[in-house]
């Protein structure tokens, strides 16, 4: 849950590896006698932040010297202490004063606009100059988090306790990194040392999204400091105080339309300047709430960067109830100021002072760039609208130049050999803030149950009585064996179903990968499935081999597949094998059609860059029609019984065929024009839905070559792109127009279908299937097209109400076509109610035929878009 968690933008905390017994320590409370929990400490020499921990408590370790140490926390006046550190330690007990803020001379009257907007107006003006401000910087960081589980389902407690996880438990991991950053988007992150109480510390257990409210969308929500931001925010101006020669404006944020995407809270900005002091902001993300708390201090001079943060979660999903929380500090910032914005200057407002915008951009009547640069550069005045564009145009010139302008992030991330190497008393000393009691007792129970989970790989009788009676377990519900590094043996579950041809039938699959220790990771899987049909006391298998070769950017992956197997005419699979089950021995309805083929397939897939994938396979398969071989069901409808397994179709009057051999072939072609990319560690990884996907199929019949009876040619062009419209929805289009160039010989399976439903359960790709259509009936050989368009809104109707939005829940509305050499147009108009316990969607649709109202029906599947989720 770490990514999608952490929204701000984390840098870097020093600690010294030497073991030194001074320093600084004592608590922090409010005049009120209240202990300020995650309260900042500051020392200016050393350009390095810590906290206190959650009972007010801080230590901070310090060599030898004098010290200026500021004290802060949000809604409180600073205080600044000067301290002499020896060898001893120094006891500071703190109180801060509660924050007087007092309202400038200006008059609130009604009808008048706030005065926030003013400063807002000049803050969101200015953002993306601080964005730009820094060239290079170094800087560790000691972030330490914490997770605890508040609550769960009542069945799954004991099993859970087995597993060390209770109500009381509270897990803790924690980690120092050294952190670069070069302009505009390179992130180089070494992991010093790791600590904690999960069972794995190979990864990142304190990974983090490099991110900036100075940006227009962070963690996918609308920052109040985006260009768009008065769209979507209102803002209240609740004062200004002063703190160590700055003035600090307070603004209430306050979101136009509750929900998630948006944040609320309490802003607070430095005049003048116009950077952030610090923010408290709260928001959700499809009902997890978030509380992020940042303090910056000027790092360099007119360079203010955030030098703490706190993020507390919450929330309950599927019954779990949950809490985790972050903290971070900042140390030994080492800053290079972009020489080419390293002067200040005055922004001025045109919205209040017009006629002093209006004299300024009459100085500057070309609006050249290179004019506008010198006045910025001169460290006078300039209006919201000339720094707009002087940056705007800066970013363009920037973009030109760059190597790879389709990488918007580029990141490396490494563990030191040595990071989980360090003992508690190292950890002593780096650790920024000190441990509770509860984070005390985290550590201890893990090291508990570390030295029973010893016990059990060296052979312990242990592991004897825990395994005893596991393998039956294992062929049930399926389990994963380590053979050795980064080898490893699974066993699937075992699936059991019913269908009219085999009756009861049961299949299960047990697969063998590997993870080659090259730098592509190259990766090899070996998999056999084995079905049992009982009414027809038979057995059908099939073998697979993948390997994966190359970068992931230039990857190369080879598969072959073989046996012999049921298929669905449809290879694109409409209906599930369980849906399958319950709507044939509960209502008598055996949707699923299926033949069976002997046959081999071989394949190769290949990406070009990251925007181009060719994929191409050919397959030899011996195909015979099955029939109906059980009329059983649980319950008895007293209907017509069980339909015959042959799909109706309005083109082919009858499905049928003789048993035969064909000889095919696929080739498609994908191609992203607009891909973009995040890189890590030297890879490229897409970032999905940053492209439209165009897309060419060819598929051909081969006939003579293996004795093949099957001889056509299809064509088909396709069109896959999802969207955003602000934050306030997503769009999904589909379209795909296809034609077979030759038909002259080619049996159903061979037809173009289309992913039809006749179920109450949708369990295909809810964009470009179809939720009324039958599933056969109108398979092609001719020419068709199809296209759906899936509209989802941030606010429609019950979603007008903040608790069921705040809940996570979305609306969506989506159009479905089909046009066959039929003549007639089928569509589908639908309504539906997404996200339902954040994975579930329900829906109404309705069907027309040329215009004429055909059916009603209503529709559950998993949620679209489901990895919004994550």
């Not at 809270?265 to 430095?270: D, W």
């Not at 030191?416 to 000393?429: F, R, V």
């Not at 080659?516 to 298998?541: C, H, I, S, V």
């Not at 056969?776 to 809104?793: L, M, N, P, V, W």
């Amino acid at each position: 849950m770490t990514k999608p968690l952490l929204l701000a933008f984390i840098l870097g905390l020093t600690c010294s590896t030497y073991v030194f017994s001074a320093g600084v320590r004592g608590t922090v409370s409010g005049d009120d006698g209240q202990k300020l929990a995650f309260a900042t400490i500051y020392i200016k020499e050393l350009g390095t932040g810590s906290t206190s921990n959650s009972e007010g408590y801080y230590e901070v370790m310090l060599k030898p010297g004098t010290y200026t140490l500021t004290f802060q926390y949000i809604g409180y006046g600073s205080l600044t202490k000067i301290v002499d550190i020896t060898d001893q330690w120094i006891d500071l007990d703190v109180v801060l004063v509660t924050q007087v803020v007092m309202l400038k001379d200006i008059e609130v009257r009604a009808g008048k606009e706030d005065p926030a907007y003013t400063i807002m107006r000049k803050a969101i003006a200015k953002s993306k100059f601080h964005v730009n401000q820094v060239d290079r910087y170094t800087a560790k960081v000691y972030i330490k988090g914490t997770g605890q589980l508040k609550d769960s389902p009542f069945f799954l407690r004991k099993t859970l306790e087995k597993e060390g996880i209770d109500e009381d438990r509270v897990f803790i991991s924690e980690s120092v990194s050294e952190v670069e950053y070069k302009r505009p988007n390179t992130y180089n992150e070494k992991v010093i040392s790791i600590r904690s109480s999960g069972e794995d510390e190979n990864g990142s257990p304190n990974g983090y999204i490099y991110g900036s409210f100075y940006e227009p969308e962070l963690a996918n929500s609308v920052s109040p400091l985006s260009p768009k931001a008065f769209s979507y925010y209102r803002f209240v101006y609740e004062g200004t105080y002063r703190d160590r020669g700055y003035e600090i404006s307070k603004i209430r944020v306050i979101p136009r339309s509750r929900g998630d995407n948006v944040f609320k809270g309490m802003l607070e900005i430095v005049e003048d300047y116009w950077s952030i002091y610090s923010l408290d902001f709260q928001t959700t993300r499809l009902g997890i709430n978030f509380d992020i708390k940042q303090i910056y201090e000027p790092v360099a001079e007119n360079v203010w960067m955030p030098v703490t943060h706190d993020f507390n979660i919450d929330g309950k999903v599927l019954g779990f109830d949950f809490e985790a929380k972050y903290l971070a500090t900042v140390s030994d910032y080492r800053v290079e100021v972009n020489p080419e914005l390293s002067n200040e200057f005055e922004v001025i407002d045109e919205k209040v002072e017009k006629e002093l915008a209006q004299k300024l951009e009459g100085q500057a009547k070309s609006e050249e760039v290179s004019e506008l640069q010198e006045i910025l550069s001169s460290g006078k005045e300039v209006t919201r609208k000339q720094l707009r564009k002087v940056i705007r145009e800066y970013e363009k010139a920037e973009l030109k130049e760059s190597e790879a302008p389709e990488v918007i992030e580029n990141r490396s991330f490494t563990v030191d050999s040595l990071a989980h190497n360090s003992d508690s008393a190292y950890w002593a000393g780096v650790r920024s803030i000190p441990l509770t009691k509860a984070e005390v007792k985290g550590y201890a129970t893990t090291d508990s149950l570390s030295r029973v989970a010893r016990l059990e790989e060296e052979g312990d009788t242990l592991k004897t009585k825990k395994d005893r009676g596991t393998f039956l377990l294992d062929l049930l519900f399926g389990n994963t064996y380590k053979l050795a590094d980064r080898t490893h043996l699974r066993l699937h579950q075992l699936m059991p179903n019913f269908n009219t041809v085999e009756g009861f039938n049961a299949t299960t699959r047990l697969s063998f990968t590997k993870t080659m220790r090259n730098k592509n990771r190259d990766w090899l899987r070996l998999g056999t499935t084995a079905r049992y049909a009982f009414l027809r006391e038979r057995f059908n298998g099939t073998f697979e081999a993948r390997y994966d070769i190359g970068r992931p950017s230039n990857r190369s992956i080879f598969r072959f597949e073989g046996g012999r197997y049921i298929s669905q005419f449809n290879a694109d699979e409409p209906i599930h094998p369980i849906v399958n089950t319950l709507m044939t021995l509960l209502l008598e309805r055996n949707y699923m059609k299926i033949y069976e083929k002997d046959y081999a397939t071989i394949g190769y897939e290949k990406e070009f860059s990251g925007k181009l994938k060719l994929n191409v396979s050919s397959e030899v398969a011996r195909r015979r029609e099955l029939f109906n071989n059980s009329d059983y069901r649980l319950v008895d409808r007293s209907g017509d019984g069980f339909e015959p397994n042959a799909p109706v179709n309005e083109e082919l009057g009858s499905t049928s065929f003789p048993t035969h051999n064909a000889f095919t072939v696929n080739a498609s072609l994908d191609y992203a024009p607009w891909q973009k990319f995040r890189t890590r560690n030297g890879e490229r990884y897409k970032i999905k839905s940053s492209s439209p996907l165009f897309r060419v199929l060819y598929r051909k019949g081969i006939d003579d070559t293996f004795n093949s009876a099957v001889d056509f040619d299809l064509l088909e062009l396709g069109y896959r792109h999802t969207f955003k419209i602000g934050i306030r929805g997503i769009v999904d289009l589909s379209a795909k127009a296809g034609r077979f160039l030759n038909n002259d010989q080619l049996f159903f399976m061979d037809y173009k279908h289309f992913l039809g439903n006749l179920t109450p359960f949708s369990t295909v790709d809810p964009v470009g299937s179809f939720r009324l259509l039958d599933y056969y009936r109108f398979s092609t050989q001719k020419e068709y097209f199809t296209g759906s368009a899936h509209y989802q809104f941030r606010k429609f109707l019950i979603t007008q109400m903040p608790l069921v939005r705040l809940s996570g829940v979305r609306e969506s509305f989506f159009a479905n076509y089909l046009a066959t050499d039929l003549p007639l147009n089928y569509v589908e108009l639908g309504y539906g109610i997404n996200y339902i316990f954040r994975v579930f969607r329900i829906e109404a649709v309705t069907s027309f035929e040329d215009g004429k109202y055909r059916d009603f029906g209503v529709r559950i599947g998993i949620a679209t878009n489901l990895e919004n989720i994550f």
